[in-house]
């Protein structure tokens, strides 16, 4: 195959399934469609995929106000009305009023670059379709100047969602779609010694079969994530807490748990369980 | 042959688009299946399935149209020889016709032969056919477990893989979370302009500046504000024991949703008589009559409770059991009065359609709209609400259950 293959980072460990559906993205073109829940590593994985294929990495980070516009391009006609107003400027050139957003850097790029659409499911419903025309034909015109631009090298597009909205077919169709299930125990216990290599194995043990227990609780409501046990796990071990006394207790659990209905339920079954 | 596989998954009720197939079928030639079951399993599902709540009806495609390959080694042998080298034509937009074409005779038959014969020895204690249950709607306390295992494991087969149906508690027709229910009801909004300080109009000012050449004029306009009015009415106890999980989680997503411009809640037992509690324990509340009138036809009510119940309970004056002490007015009558006041009201139900044939569940759909506890039945309750779905009560009570 003429490109290089993902294989994940040191610091980002890919399963085989994941490491596969990127490279399947990367050869057809498509863009990856990534969901899981929080703190599986969704928008970290766009950043492994640009350091292992040495690649630019380009963010668009979707907020709910995010139009798809303004991932090609923006027209600053305020700053245009400013200048004319003023004076100052020659404003006849309206080329450099136009600014282009991520998805518009990522086409114009001199090379194939990485571009991660981080929650698109955070803007309005709409939002995806609006960006059909440009994911599948990897181009856009800038209407006001009535220039068109092509990719040349069209960008990887990892796209991470949180499920929060339904995406339209019509968008599903052209993606390929990954689903990061949530690790077990023991491509947890690989990623905690990624982030603290010489941690204390019994530690280790003690602080995942809490960390599962918790995550099971069907009271909780807001499950602790894979970053959060990281946190917690420095904390203990920053604090000089022994894996015994994991094992009786649970020391900074406001790292864990950040609910107050959620800690309820936590002391309420230690007391029972 | 391979086309079937293509049906077999659609007659399972995945929507994948011949776009979808053609792209599977492009990775194939490009050899990411790397001849092997395994890995054709996990990119079968990346380019052909875009949902993790139809992982669960993938695996059991893929476990049934594969079931038994892997234990007949030369015809997996084929198979893989196929995925390494799939003799397919050069697709192109064109080819989309041909795709039912090309078919590879002899595996086919071979393979056909294989999958009856079998299917045969399967019927019995087959995981697949066993696991039956898939009805979503176990008892309340029933939580599927063991659904985390498995994971990256190498040595696992993809049948088997797809045989343990890890997603099947992402499916979207099972009970939801808090979560999920937030999100339906957020679609719960009926935007109107609203009174209150104004707010700076950009589009309005952008046009009047032009309007102006260029000198900018500030045009202010009222906000808009979601004008729903929500009372949920919950049945507690008895035979809603077993949901009482369910049921404070959609409690605490509606009470949590800040978008509505008024929220209400009340309890009942049952069925809603003379009086609505607020607090079921202590047998606080408000007479119906009173919370009525506090109610016209911009509210929303939505009832939550199985609606099973003894139908005297409906019909009969004096049919209540427990909290209320004696009815003159029937239940059903009540019912009646929260409809005709309220016509934007409708019911969710926990119980699974099944069993929506009880006389009295039937009863009460013939008053009411009533829909199932799940994301997709809440999506469709929301619907209703907003006036984007008609707003029926089961015509003839006893037609068409189940889905």
Redesign the interface.
Known sequence: MSFHLFTGTDTYLVTPELRDAVNVACALEKPLLIRGEPGTGKTVLAEAIAENLDKQLLTWNIKSTTKAQEGLYVYDTVQRLNDARFGDKDIADIRQYIKLGPLGLALRAQERVVLLIDEIDKADLEFPNDLLHELDRMSFAVSETGDHFTAEHRPIVIITSNNEKELPDAFLRRCVFHYIEFPDKKTMADIVRVHHPDVEEELLRQALLRFYWLRDLPEVRKRPSTSELIDWIAAIRRGGISAQAIEKELPFMGVLIKRESDIEAVLANRRFG | MFVDFFYHLRDFGL?V?S??WL?LM??LC???ARANLN?FY??AR??L????SD?DTYDRAFASYFAGIEATADVSQELLEWLQNPKLPNISEEDRQKMRAFDLDELASRFRELLEEQKERHDGGNRWIGTGGTSPFGHGGE?PTGV?????G?GRSAVQVAGSR??RN?RSDRILD?RQIS?ALRRLKRLDKDQGPEELDLDGT?DQ?ARNG?E?ELVFGPPRRNRIKLLLLMDVGGSMDPYT?LCERLF?AAHAANHFKKFEYRFFHNCVYKRLYTDMHQLKGDLTSEVLKKLDHTWSVVFVGDAWMAPTELTHSGGAIGFDDYNSVAGLDWLRRIRQRVPNSIWLNPESHGHWNEPSIRLIRHVFPMFELTIDGLTEAVDVLRGTRPNRPSAHPARRVGK
């Open positions: 929507k688009s776009t979808e792209a492009q990775a490009a050899g990411h890995t996990h990119l990346c380019l399935v875009k949902r993790e992982y939580h985390r295992v498995g994971g990256a190498g890890r997603f992402l808090t999100i952008i500046s260029g900018i999980h605490s």
